[in-house]
C-alpha cells in the first residue's frame, strides 16, 4: 500500500503563484517518475510536467516557463511551483509516481493521489 498526499491547492489570483507539495509514503523499493496532471471541468485529464528520479523535466507547452517541477528523493516529495498564474490553470491537480517494489516480488506499478484544488480567478 502506498499513499500519495498533495497539499497547497487554493484560490488565487491571476498573475500570483502558488507551491503544490506531493509526498509519497507506505512500502516501495523506490519511486522513478513523478508527476503533475490536471483536470479542469468537462475536460480530459492533462499532463502538466514530469521528472524522472535521476533529473531531467518534462512540460506541457501551456506551462513552460510558468512552472517549475522539483523532488526531494530524500523526503519522497514532488514539488511544483507555479507562478504567473492564468484562469485557464484552473483545474484539480493530480500527482502521480511510478513505483517499484520487491514484496513479495519485484513489480512496478503506478499510483495516484486524491488531487487538490487550484483555482485562479481574473
Known amino acids: 500500500q502506498v499513499q500519495l498526499v498533495e497539499s497547497g491547492g487554493g484560490l488565487v489570483q491571476a498573475g500570483g503563484s502558488l507551491r503544490l507539495s506531493c509526498a509519497a509514503s507506505?512500502?516501495?523499493?523506490?519511486?522513478?517518475?513523478m508527476g503533475w496532471y490536471r483536470q479542469a471541468p468537462g475536460k480530459q485529464r492533462e499532463l502538466v510536467a514530469t521528472i524522472p528520479r535521476g533529473g531531467g523535466t518534462n512540460y506541457a507547452d501551456s506551462v513552460k516557463g510558468r512552472f517549475t517541477i522539483s523532488r526531494d528523493n530524500a523526503k519522497n516529495t514532488v514539488y511544483l511551483q507555479m507562478s504567473s498564474l492564468k484562469p485557464e490553470d484552473t483545474a484539480v491537480y493530480y500527482c502521480?509516481?511510478?513505483?517499484?517494489?520487491?514484496?513479495?516480488?519485484?513489480?512496478?506499478?503506478?499510483?495516484w493521489g486524491q488531487g487538490t484544488q487550484v483555482t485562479v480567478s481574473s
Open positions: 502521480n509516481a511510478d513505483f517499484l517494489r520487491n514484496i513479495p516480488r519485484w513489480e512496478a506499478f503506478t499510483s
Open positions: 507506505g512500502s516501495f523499493f523506490s519511486i522513478n517518475t
